[in-house]
């Protein structure tokens, strides 16, 4: 699962999924478009129910904070689109 939002120059992205050992993990990633500069924060959580609460919250706050939804998978995606931030 994966979400990604605009806000003027801005990106944040969520992505949830399993770790090599099966673990779940929310990554959050977070920058400004054309840009080098941004963060990634990795946070574990118990299950994937853990995860999409977790995500569901970020998509309140991102929308209370004018971000626009660009991209939303519910499916396992490729992240070939990042390659337009780097």
């Keep these: 699962m994966l979400i990604r939002w605009h806000k003027d120059n801005t990106y ?20 400004t478009i054309g840009s080098c500069n941004g963060k990634v924060k990795n946070i574990p959580v118990t299950c994937h129910n853990d995860a999409v609460k977790k995500l569901n ?23 070939d689109w990042i390659l337009e931030y780097t």
């Design 12 to 31: 944040y992205i969520a992505h949830i999924q399993q770790d090599l050992f099966g673990e779940w993990v929310l990554t959050q990633s977070t920058g």
């Design 57 to 79: 919250a970020l998509i309140s706050k991102n929308k209370r904070n004018g971000f626009i939804i660009k991209e939303r998978s519910d499916e396992p995606t490729q992240l």
